[in-house]
């Protein structure tokens, strides 16, 4: 892929920074707006679940479902903040970064430096473990004593990853800095964390511990698993792109690293159009309520691999990184592959090594 998509319309065309650049400018009217239809209706979600817990839990956990799409919503307007294309100001995305930060139980300002990381390193091989969901490639595996691939398998395995994993990712992982922190970073995680300890105290001093925690954590779990499939989804998918880092490339990384999860626009909504995440990835100045309108727009943008929520599904099977193959490949068929290649050592000593994709 070129560096430059560009239209092909016979004439000179425009760069891809330069179609980008329209839709980089924040409307705050749009972002206040945003604020307004997401906070609001969260509170009241979470006052309707307080008042359901006198009546059933049924209706709390019935609740817990449009409560965590608000949270899940709330992240991506915290997500914009961390990326300076919520508002104008820098001052501004900052102030409502740390209080969604808060209300998402993640440092502003620790995430917003991972993150930084994760967007200019994705899809490279040799710079993996920043803001990613860990992935090895199949020499790496296979090189694994029995005990490391077992430890591995568990990691990639559903039930940690879109089970524990949002539990460990929100409730655990975010309340220590990284090793790389500078200041501002680890006083953002001690900050934090402070405040939820205020939280919990307020709580517990008026509406009792029990039933806060009766509220929160069913909300904190379904955005949790929202934002770790998300996630997941949108860099571990059937035609991913992944490259040495001699050989990476920034707008190949964007466009065909990252797909465009099509989701029903109620989902969307939910989700703050995240599911565009070629197009975030390759400007991530865009605000979310604009990444719609920059790839209905712009045909360069439509060419790339769609993901729906049916086919996110087999996305769950692939689990290492095939370099002669340049796919994403499944435990079994790394298995499979290499039950086949030992069969015809057996046979004809001395081949070659055998790629998963044959």
Not at 70 to 80: A, N
Request: charged fraction near 15%; glycine fraction near 6%; proline fraction near 4%.
């Amino acid at each position: 892929m070129q560096s430059s998509p560009q239209h092909r319309d016979g004439g000179k065309s425009p760069t891809w920074q330069q179609v980008v650049a329209k839709y980089q400018n924040p409307s705050w009217q749009r972002s206040l707006w945003q604020v307004i239809n997401t906070f609001v209706p969260y509170a009241a979600c979470l006052a309707l679940m307080y008042v359901a817990l006198s009546y059933s839990y049924w209706i709390v956990l019935a609740l817990a479902l449009p409560a965590g799409g608000l949270l899940t919503r709330i992240f991506i307007i915290f997500h914009d903040c961390g990326h300076g294309s919520f508002f104008r100001s820098k001052r501004a995305n900052n102030i409502l970064g740390t209080i969604c930060g808060l209300l998402v139980f993640t440092p502003y300002y620790q995430w917003r430096f991972d993150h930084a990381i994760h967007h200019a390193t994705s899809g490279d091989l040799d710079r993996r473990g920043t803001g990613d969901i860990y992935t090895m490639t199949v020499r790496e595996y296979l090189a694994l004593s029995p005990r490391e691939r077992f430890k591995y398998r568990v990691y990639r395995s559903p039930l940690i990853l879109l089970g524990a994993g949002p539990w460990f990712m929100f409730l655990v992982a975010q309340r220590f800095s990284s090793a790389h922190s500078r200041m501002r970073e680890r006083a953002s995680v001690y900050g934090t964390n402070l405040a939820i300890v205020a939280v919990l105290a307020l709580m517990w001093a008026t509406i009792g511990i029990k039933a806060y925690l009766l509220i929160q954590l069913p909300v904190m779990f379904v955005a949790g698993l929202a934002g770790v499939w998300l996630f997941y989804i949108q860099h571990q998918f059937e035609g991913t792109s992944w490259r040495r880092h001699e050989q990476w490339d920034y707008v190949t990384a964007a466009l065909r690293g990252s797909s465009y999860f099509k989701l029903p626009k109620v989902l969307q909504w939910f989700t703050g159009n995240i599911g565009l995440h070629h197009i975030h990835h390759l400007s991530s100045r865009i605000p979310n309520y604009a990444l719609q309108q920059c790839m209905d727009e712009n045909p360069m943008f439509q060419d790339v691999t769609t993901i729906t929520l049916r086919s996110s599904l087999h996305s769950l099977r692939l689990n290492l990184w095939d370099e002669e193959a340049e796919r994403l490949v499944s435990f079994r068929q790394v298995r499979a592959a290499q039950q086949a290649h030992e069969a015809r050592e057996r046979v004809q000593p001395g081949g070659r090594s055998f790629p998963v994709g044959d």
